[in-house]
């Protein structure tokens, strides 16, 4: 069975200030790790990925993500917030012995204030 | 435009009618998703295809939803008998398989509402 926690249903950041949004995982086997992003009135967008490689994933506009097996944990970063991140984020965990069927996390919601 | 689409973007229809939405996954991916997301929710699988094989099915919310791929090209999604619970978001995801990219590329999705 595998299950995503995603720690916070909303975060509020300011513009230029870090953004964090954490998840937590929890997996029977080795998963590959997922961010998308959903902003409102469009669809999926894939951010970044993790596949047993890196443990340091870079994605699109300037998101990162740091896998770590010791604490079951992907979360999300990016050093400086623009307006134009504010959006809806989920955390994503497949297997493939699953049909890399994705189970996703309940998201966090990113707000960004001028 | 090379990406997933899905028809209708949304739909409105009164409880107990039947609905069905389409989904044309991109071109050569032979697995093919679908999910249903509600309100303030992450999506959750329903089924999946490889080719025009149904091969997980169990995820279906009842046997008011059958899904089928008839050509192993675009998808149908029916719901029988809709029920106010049905509203959701549905969405549709497609993936190359036997590459080593796992990545499900997904589409815009059918907004149903039911009165």
């Known amino acids: 069975a595998q299950s995503v926690t995603q720690l916070d249903s909303h975060v509020s950041v300011s513009e230029g200030t870090p953004v964090l949004l954490r998840c937590n995982y929890s997996?029977?086997?080795?998963?590959?790790l997922f961010w998308y992003v959903q902003h409102p009135n469009k669809g999926l967008q894939l951010l970044l990925k993790?596949?047993?490689?890196?443990?340091l994933v870079k994605g699109i506009n300037g998101f990162e993500a740091e896998f770590k097996k010791s604490e079951t944990s992907f979360h999300l970063t990016k050093p400086s917030a623009h307006m134009s991140d504010a959006a809806e984020y989920f955390c994503?965990?497949?297997?493939?012995?699953?049909?890399?069927?994705?189970?996703f996390g309940g998201g966090t919601r990113l707000m960004v204030k001028p | 435009d090379t990406g997933v689409s899905q028809d209708p973007r949304h739909k409105i229809t009164k409880r107990g009618q039947n609905v069905t939405f389409r989904c044309d996954p991109i071109?050569?991916?032979?697995?093919l998703y679908w999910y249903r997301q509600t309100l303030g929710q992450g999506p959750e699988f329903l089924t999946y295809?490889?080719?025009?094989?149904?091969?997980?099915k169990s995820r279906l919310l009842s046997d008011r939803f059958s899904a089928e791929r008839p050509k192993g090209s675009f998808s149908t999604l029916e719901i029988q008998r809709t029920e106010q619970g049905d509203s959701a978001m549905y969405l549709c995801?497609?993936?190359?398989?036997?590459?080593?990219?796992?990545?499900?590329?997904f589409g815009p999705g059918t907004r149903l509402t039911v009165l």
């Open positions: 995801a497609s993936r190359p398989w036997g590459t080593n990219t796992d990545t499900q590329y």
């Open positions: 997996s029977s086997y080795s998963p590959s």
């Open positions: 993790y596949t047993s490689a890196a443990t």
């Open positions: 994503v965990v497949s297997l493939n012995n699953a049909g890399n069927m994705l189970t």
């Open positions: 071109s050569e991916h032979n697995r």
């Open positions: 295809f490889q080719n025009e094989a149904q091969l997980e």
